[in-house]
């Protein structure tokens, strides 16, 4: 399929054309600048919100239960499952199947999994592709979840209109530590397994460093949700909703949403030219005078500093 | 303290100094270019091995235990504790104060957190640089812990010169997806907490793991072992330094142990190139034309490739 083809059945919604554009995105296709070109002047529409948190807290099932409030509600709802552990294999790996069940016959959900495979720049522009060929193709409201505690948790803040981060109750001490970082990008905080034992404490410590946190000057102050995603419809998952929708509202008033999506452009756009500076240095063959100049750096004939100016030269930039 | 005087001082391995540096290298300090020049001619003694695995996984504890067992051997010892969960706040995360009683009295072991404040890139420049410091300030070995699961883990693959991965009994099913990827990053493989209930079966998972990965032409077949690094000196920790040993002296025959450390030097060289271009992008005031740029981008007015191009051109490089 040629480009303007792909971009006019993405448009159209059709579920090949939109799997096939996302494996070019995952394997960075040389055909992904003519697609995205195409495809810029339909996208803008799609509500975004990013689920995000700590292996175990029930990511998946969370996130299933909010499209299928969003379905409830008439709305059309593609879920991007993205995996950032994983740069190496692609495919399935965040349980596609089992969720895939439920919507199977449904025309309104799109789901798919997608696994990083950038190594320097984290998601880099991959998720913001993805999410401009779902956005085109006319999803009302597009999930991402993405898996880790980490980088990867920042990072999708940066691409999500809305911010939900999950905990659950135990996670342990280690989960302690990046609640406090992550706090910082959450704009809806949820407990799962909340039928669970020390939910309550769990509940305690996220509020006491809500109110500790000083978001600076933005108003917003995280509401935290508890829920049990897992039992029937989804214990919680209307709250969850009405305060997923209040955020919506709030960056409106304040706005804030048109911000977000800036940044998010800002961020693929650098991604891009990153890149493009990075496969000129010799991406991944890393032939040339990256290798010959990283051999004299190794081996303390040089300094970092003065191997990059070298470099700088090269790709036609004076040094600072 | 001047730059060149600091770089004496870190030589004569002044612990003022070397905290001193590390804070530098934390902030991106503009000093850090002629202070990693001087350091230059000093580096290349030091054994690097990276410590990481999931949250809960005792990874702390097995530090310290690692740490013990090398000054037992009779070499010195520099911990580094990389939180790349945290890139908003600075400082001891990782339990510093309770290992530094340990080590307290004894010269021969440097413990330091270090927060990991690069958004694009990940680890970056950041932990190359306070290994730089830390090697050139004669530590032996360098145990680099780096918390969370995904790319981070990732990451400190491409620093050490051997990397351990630490996994648990009874860590969830979100936990196995991530092991897939992380074993290829995996040169000795741990089961700590192998008194726990479960630590059978996740060796043997791991071992079916192992089995199944083709590491294509790298002949080492990475060791499991296990390990109770909470008790007494460490059970398994001998076991554990012995294989660490045995991945050295593989390299060393393979003419790996250059090989890796070319790559960390081509790592360090790239991110310092890729950042200058960053920050010559406006890369955290955003402002200028990036700016303006990112607001067509996000109104669907033009495309992110195009918008690169602009910013291509105006880095005085031509569009490819």
């Given at each position: 399929?040629?480009?303007?083809?792909?971009?006019?059945?993405?448009?159209?919604?059709?579920?090949?054309?939109l799997?096939?554009?996302?494996?070019?995105?995952?394997?960075?296709?040389?055909?992904?600048?003519?697609i995205?070109?195409?495809?810029?002047?339909y996208?803008?529409?799609?509500?975004?919100?990013?689920?995000?948190?700590?292996?175990?807290?029930?990511?998946?099932t969370?996130?299933?239960?909010?499209?299928?409030?969003?379905r409830?509600?008439?709305?059309?709802?593609?879920?991007?499952?993205?995996?950032?552990?994983?740069?190496?294999?692609?495919?399935a790996?965040l349980?596609?199947?089992?969720?895939?069940?439920?919507?199977?016959?449904?025309?309104?959900?799109?789901?798919?999994?997608?696994a990083?495979?950038?190594?320097?720049?984290?998601?880099?522009?991959?998720?913001?592709?993805?999410?401009?060929?779902?956005?085109?193709?006319?999803?009302?409201?597009?999930?991402?979840?993405?898996?880790?505690v980490?980088?990867?948790?920042?990072?999708?803040?940066?691409?999500?209109?809305?911010?939900?981060?999950?905990?659950?109750?135990?996670?342990g001490?280690?989960?302690?530590?990046?609640?406090?970082?992550?706090?910082?990008?959450?704009?809806?905080?949820?407990?799962?397994?909340?039928?669970?034992?020390?939910a309550?404490?769990?509940?305690?410590?996220?509020?006491?460093?809500?109110a500790?946190?000083?978001?600076?000057?933005?108003?917003w102050?995280?509401p935290?949700?508890?829920?049990v995603?897992?039992e029937?419809?989804?214990?919680?998952?209307d709250?969850?909703?009405?305060?997923?929708?209040?955020?919506?509202?709030?960056?409106?008033?304040?706005?804030?949403?048109?911000?977000?999506?800036?940044?998010?452009?800002r961020?693929?756009?650098?991604?891009i030219?990153l890149?493009?500076?990075?496969s000129?240095?010799?991406?991944?063959?890393?032939?040339?005078?990256?290798?010959?100049?990283?051999?004299?750096?190794?081996?303390g004939?040089?300094?970092?500093?003065?191997?990059?100016?070298?470099?700088?030269?090269?790709?036609?930039?004076?040094p600072?």
């Open positions: 399929m040629q480009a303007p083809q792909l971009v006019e059945r993405i448009r159209g919604g059709d579920r090949r054309a799997a096939r554009a996302l494996t070019l995105v995952e394997n960075g296709s040389g055909e992904l600048r003519e995205m070109a195409g495809l810029a002047p996208t803008g529409r799609s509500r975004v919100v990013g689920l995000t948190g700590p292996p175990g807290v029930g990511k998946s969370t996130t299933n239960a909010v499209a299928r409030a969003a409830v509600r008439g709305l059309t709802v593609a879920v991007l499952a993205v995996d950032p552990s994983s740069p190496f294999t692609g495919g790996l349980g596609d199947r089992v969720r895939m069940q439920e919507h199977a016959t449904d025309p309104g959900v799109f789901i798919r999994s997608m990083n495979r950038g190594h320097l720049g984290g998601l880099s522009w991959a998720t913001p592709h993805a999410l401009r060929v779902l956005d085109a193709a006319g999803f009302d409201m597009i999930l991402v979840e993405t898996m880790g980490g980088q990867a948790e920042v990072d999708i803040a940066g691409q999500a209109d809305t911010t939900v981060v999950l905990y659950a109750p135990g996670m001490d280690s989960v302690q530590a990046a609640k406090a970082g992550v706090l910082e990008i959450a704009d809806v905080l949820v407990v799962n397994k909340a039928d669970r034992d020390g309550r404490a769990t509940l305690r410590e996220l509020r006491q460093m809500v500790m946190k000083d978001r600076g000057d933005r108003e102050k995280p935290i949700v508890m829920t995603a897992s029937g419809e989804g214990e919680g998952i709250e969850l909703w009405d305060r997923m929708e209040q955020h919506l509202a709030h960056l409106e008033a304040e706005g804030g949403l048109l911000a977000r999506r800036r940044a998010r452009a961020d693929e756009v650098r991604a030219v890149d493009t500076l990075r000129r240095m010799g991406g991944t063959g890393d032939a040339g005078d990256l290798d010959a100049l990283a051999r004299e750096v190794a081996e004939g040089r300094d970092p500093y003065s191997a990059a100016e070298v470099l700088l030269k090269e790709l036609g930039t004076a600072r």
